[in-house]
């Protein structure tokens, strides 16, 4: 046995056919009474009262219900007597001691999306995500993916609200974990249980060209973002390593593929870099990459991570004005242009941050280049 595998198989994650089958000679109809408890955040089988006590201990014999655990829990502290953002990290430990991290994120009415990982770190190397820089250490399987969701569900219920949408934009590349991601999908999506709507759920990729394909083919057909970030090959390829494989003409035909069959409409993500990819020649490209794809571009200014370059150059977070500029040049050529809100940073839990707890939690929050010293933290942007 693995270490990281734990001895009793866990229930949690486990798509409904497959825990009736793993169930039978069970009724299939007790399965689901399982299946509804362990989705509504049941932590033993001793909670479920509704199946007699001999079950019980039998289930509690051979299964588990969930495999990891929350070590630790940080919460956007607030900057300059203003309140925090109210963003709450979870560190969570898996079996074997791997740690990976999830993100509760409010919104300005108070939604709470689940922001989830798939990865322990990421092979994908790309020169400014802080996951990245860690390397890849393991996939995660659906027990491990389904419970973040399950932690942090229980976060918001203790606050009396609830998760309205999961993006699936944590530690690494879900589409290179993709039949795990399938059947923690499959667990999240199903009527029986938590019965989330795949409208609700978005799965960033930095450009899988196989998994978009394959996810085109056989669903779910979930909203798809994929992280192009630079629409020139090869600064891409430079910038995003992973790009080499997956060139940028197969890559738009695998995204208007997914657009078409999906009938989704698909996110283009773009992590803006001071003095790297804003100028009008990266507008150009980016204009041309999305045209016809009926795409929405989502910009993201650099969230900083200490210590990280790029080719010998510290890399630096966009000026204010390089962020207008850049929207405004995609927006004169007729894209869709929406930027990401940048919470999360009073506990690097913002993109690209994820990775590392801070030792001082909320004192990493770095200003933008531009800010004038009045300016909160909220308003550095304007979002
Ligand atoms: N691996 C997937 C999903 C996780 S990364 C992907 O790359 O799409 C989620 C998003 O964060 C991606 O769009 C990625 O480009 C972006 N990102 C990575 N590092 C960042 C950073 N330091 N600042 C802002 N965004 C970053
Ligand atoms: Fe991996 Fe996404 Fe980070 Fe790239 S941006 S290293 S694909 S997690």
Redesign the pocket.
């Known amino acids: 046995m693995k270490n990281s595998e734990p001895e009793k198989k866990v229930l949690a994650g486990l798509p409904l056919p497959e825990l009736i089958e793993l169930l039978a000679p069970l009724p299939a109809f007790r399965a689901k009474q399982i299946f509804k408890w362990i989705s509504r955040g049941a932590l033993a089988f001793g909670e479920m009262t509704d199946l007699d006590k001999n079950l019980r201990e039998d289930l509690d014999s051979r299964f588990s219900v969930r495999s990891s655990s929350v070590g630790a829990q940080l919460e956007d502290p607030g900057h300059n007597g203003k309140a925090g953002d109210g963003t709450v990290k979870l560190q969570i430990s898996l079996y074997g001691g791997t740690k990976i991290e999830a993100v509760l994120l409010s919104d300005a009415e108070e939604r709470k999306t689940a922001c989830i990982s798939t990865q322990a770190g990421?092979?994908?190397?790309?020169v400014?995500?802080?996951?990245?820089s860690l390397g890849f250490s393991r996939n995660l399987n659906s027990a491990e993916i389904v419970e973040q969701f399950l932690h942090l569900k229980a976060l918001a219920a203790a606050a009396n609200t609830d998760i309205s949408n999961i993006v699936i934009m944590g530690?690494?590349?879900p589409l290179l974990n993709l039949s795990e991601l399938r059947r923690a999908l499959a667990f999240l999506c199903d009527a029986e249980g938590l019965g989330i709507s795949r409208r609700r759920i978005t799965v960033?990729t930095?450009g899988v060209i196989e998994g978009i394909r394959d996810l085109a083919d056989k669903g779910p057909h979930i909203r798809l973002a994929c992280?192009l970030t630079s629409a020139r090959q090869e600064l891409r390829n430079r910038l995003?390593p992973?790009g080499k494989a997956n060139p940028l003409p197969l890559l738009k035909k695998a995204l208007a593929a997914y657009r078409q069959k999906s009938g989704q409409r698909i996110t283009l993500e773009a992590v803006l870099l001071g003095g790297i990819n804003t100028t009008p020649a990266d507008a150009e490209a980016m204009i041309d990459f999305a045209r016809g794809l009926d795409a929405v571009i989502n910009l993201i200014p650099w969230n900083p991570v200490e210590g990280m370059g790029f080719e010998g150059e510290p890399l630096r977070e966009p000026s204010r004005a390089e962020v207008e500029t850049f929207t405004a040049m995609l927006e004169k050529g007729g894209l869709k242009v929406t930027r990401r809100y940048r919470k999360g940073r009073g506990v690097a839990g913002a993109c690209?941050q994820l990775g590392v707890l801070p030792e001082n939690p909320g004192q990493g929050r770095l200003k933008h280049p531009d800010a004038k010293a009045e300016d909160s933290p909220e308003n550095v942007y304007p979002l």
């Open positions: 990421c092979p994908a190397g790309c400014f995500c802080k996951t990245g530690m690494g590349e960033s930095c992280s995003m992973i690209g």
